[in-house]
């Protein structure tokens, strides 16, 4: 790796957006991910429309929202399903280089075989333990932040 390429690596922000609607959820993967070691600047949001929002910078609020390295997305929301949200953003030219991880509690082989066939990077279960979820998230840290490499977001 070139030095220009490790100045550029070592400046990425490691940042996620958690499109997840349940409350309870959110707080645990929150808490998760500050426990499992990996740093991350996490962005929530709780809908696929507001997810929408968000990337495509909509709104005031929004104007200067920065591009996320990774999306973590559950599939069961109101008003856009995460299946539904996938397709969306693999057929926008601007986003369809995030990588999206399904987090769900669907066990689903058609849910799992839907968000693959959209585009989805990977689709991981909802752990019922907090230790478990915990190891889950220490892992996907490590993997996306870590070992693959990206591409740089503006």
Request: no cysteine; proline share 4%.
């Amino acid at each position: 790796m070139s030095e220009e390429e490790a100045m550029v690596d070592s400046q990425r922000s490691n940042r996620m957006l958690m499109v997840e609607d349940e409350a309870g959820d959110a707080r645990l993967l929150q808490l998760a991910i500050r426990q499992s070691g990996f740093s991350a600047d996490i962005d929530h949001v709780w809908d696929g429309y507001e997810a929408l929002d968000y990337l495509r910078r909509a709104g005031q609020q929004r104007q200067r929202a920065p591009r996320p390295d990774l999306i973590v997305l559950d599939l069961k929301m109101p008003r856009l399903s995460g299946l539904d949200f996938l397709a969306l953003i693999k057929q926008d030219g601007d986003l369809r280089a995030i990588p999206v991880v399904v987090f769900s509690s669907s066990l689903l082989e058609t849910d799992v075989r839907s968000a693959y066939e959209l585009g989805a990077a990977g689709y991981l279960i909802k752990p019922a333990d907090f230790q478990e979820l915990i190891s889950m998230v220490r892992i996907l840290g490590e993997y996306w932040f870590t070992l693959v490499r990206l591409p740089h977001n503006d």
